[in-house]
């Protein structure tokens, strides 16, 4: 109860935080443009002529996040560290997982709702034919919880510098690493060597656990993967941040 | 309030704190001296849990810092160095926050608000954001964050540091005011300061409390402690130090200024020797001298932490 109330408190201040500089905005701007531009232009909406998003919205997501949830989440705390107030949060009377989890729970709400601002290409879908629309929401739903998941990777790489742009590359190459896995390209490649080893590498890529989601199937697996990143990655920022302080 | 015990921090193969132990009690204000790198900071990190010890043991109102890492941080006040602070906030923003995350609600939080930024002069500020303050607001700021729950211990890591001399003053006079009722720890190079608010000193260099006692207590160790200061005229310059040479509680005795009206002299006195003042004028009058001045030295803060920290560059006595 009163961690939740802790938990709130450090979300509520990083959201503030966010929307009080351009950043939020700046942010959003683009990522709306992105996926725009990769809807109907790359994706080749209209052409399809089907009334579904998998295709041409959600297939590029695994790819522009790749650049743009870093941008949100190598700040978490890079930040923190450089200015110094990561002596003040972490000398109040909360646990540090409370301050990870708040400070994470805070970016994901945030791209949770730059995900949510794309509504007019669900509109337009809807206007023009009439798809399933249990489809589009489960993909949605995928594709946050694969935000997430980069998220999270970021804000372990984000704890173990103080350079943001450091924070930056070294998650975009772990993020690049869990698409590759599951890249057509790449599985061929390893297929041609021995297929349970693709398959293997295959089964770490958020590629292959986004697909379900796409097709509208809402697989307990695929969420415990994306689920178990972030967890996993939370608990390393929790590591790192004790490394730091231990000297 | 706060005690220490054998505290100790190795970073690699340095040993930052080694083997601290000190207690603080409820009224006391304790003032950490010592010089760049002493360990001051690392102490302090160590007592608000910011950084656990490599060995040793905090308690802060009864409460291990690192068994019972919440019960004790709610008691702390603390300002690190530096006083960082959110610089995407407004004072105000910041201030809510800091009360919030002390469990303060509601209007018990809107009242610690407002009284922080009373007692820390905000107003003019108070819708600013951080990022655009002065350093003395943004100081001010970081304090204000660290007594918004009125805690009964304040851990201060250079309060003072960068402030004007108005602001300084009104920071001590603050520090003093609180330190009747909790337990102070603060850390300054400012060694007036020692004077002006603590109740206690310690000075620490290398990892280790080199001398802990009150403020009059660490100018004793000076050499210039009780050495007088005297003013002689009507005689013959070499006689004066001829014979306040030979009195029985003098050491050495250092001529300063040599006229034709007299001479200024300096006595320093034997070890444990009681006070030479009346000694001195009572031999003046015998010997039938002009007394133009004569007074005591109270010993000298400043010296002593030279003496102490850099035992080996360190220059001894007068001149």
């Known amino acids: 109860m009163n961690s939740w109330a802790n938990i709130r408190t450090i979300t509520k201040r990083e959201l503030g935080a966010y929307f009080s500089s351009p950043l939020a905005y700046v942010f959003i701007v683009i990522f709306l443009l992105l996926c725009g531009f990769f809807t109907f232009m790359i994706g080749g909406f209209f052409e399809r002529g089907q009334a579904a998003l998998g295709g041409p919205f959600f297939e590029w997501h695994p790819w522009f996040y790749l650049f743009l949830v870093p941008a949100v989440g190598m700040r978490l705390w890079a930040e923190e560290r450089r200015v110094g107030t990561i002596e003040l949060l972490l000398t109040m009377p909360i646990t540090a997982w409370q301050a990870i989890v708040g400070k994470f729970l805070a970016s994901w709400l945030f791209l949770g709702l730059a995900l949510a601002l794309t509504f007019p290409v669900v509109i337009t879908v809807n206007y023009l034919g009439s798809p399933d629309n249990g489809v589009i929401l489960c993909g949605y739903i995928g594709s946050w919880l694969m935000a997430g998941a980069y998220l999270a990777i970021s804000s372990f790489t984000s704890a173990m510098t103080r350079t943001q742009v450091v924070s930056f590359i070294v998650s975009v190459v772990i993020c690049l690493f869990l698409i590759l896995a599951g890249f057509p390209p790449v599985t061929r490649l390893l297929e041609g060597w021995a297929r349970p080893l693709a398959d293997a590498v295959a089964s770490f890529s958020v590629i292959t656990h986004f697909e379900g989601f796409q097709k509208g199937v809402l697989d307990s697996r695929d969420v415990i993967f994306f689920l178990s990143i972030i967890v996993f990655s939370l608990f390393t920022t929790s590591v790192i941040l004790r490394g730091h302080r231990a000297g | ?319």
């Open chain 2, 1 to 319: 309030m706060i005690r220490v015990q054998n505290l100790a921090k190795i970073f690699g193969a340095k040993h930052a704190v080694d083997g601290v132990s000190f207690t603080v009690e409820r009224g006391e204000v304790l003032g950490f001296l010592g010089p760049n790198g002493a360990g001051k900071s690392t102490t302090m990190r160590m007592i608000t849990g910011f950084i656990p010890p490599s060995a040793g043991t905090v308690t802060v109102g009864g409460f291990d810092i690192v068994e019972h890492p919440i019960e004790a941080r709610r008691l702390i006040g603390y300002l690190p160095e530096n006083a960082p602070a959110y610089t995407d906030m407004t004072v105000h923003g910041f201030l809510n926050f800091a009360a919030e995350i002390r469990g303060l609600r509601g209007d018990a939080r809107k009242q610690a608000v407002r009284r922080v930024v009373e007692t820390c002069f905000l107003e003019p500020v108070l819708h600013q954001s951080v990022e655009t303050l002065s350093k003395g607001y943004r100081h001010r700021t970081c304090f204000a964050q660290s007594i918004i729950h009125d805690p009964d211990v304040l851990v201060l890591d250079e309060p003072t540091d960068g402030l004007d001399p108005n602001q300084k003053h009104e920071v001590r006079q603050l520090i003093r005011r609180m330190g009747e009722k909790k337990a102070i720890i603060f850390s300054t190079h400012i060694l007036e300061e020692v004077d002006a608010v603590c109740s206690r000193a310690i000075i620490i260099d290398r990892g280790r409390i080199v001398a802990n006692g009150t403020p009059a207590e660490l100018r004793q160790k000076s050499e210039w402690a009780g050495a007088v200061t005297a003013r002689v005229g009507g005689v013959q310059n070499g006689v004066v130090k001829q014979k306040l040479s030979q009195l029985a509680m003098a050491g050495k005795v250092v001529v300063l200024e040599e006229n034709t009206t007299g001479v200024l002299v300096r006595v320093f006195p034997k070890q444990n020797g009681g006070d030479l003042a009346p000694t001195i004028a009572s031999l003046s009058q015998a010997e039938k001298w002009t007394l133009a001045e004569l007074h005591t030295e109270e010993g000298r803060l400043d010296e002593v932490f030279r003496d102490i920290t850099m035992p080996d560059t360190a220059q001894r006595g007068g001149k």
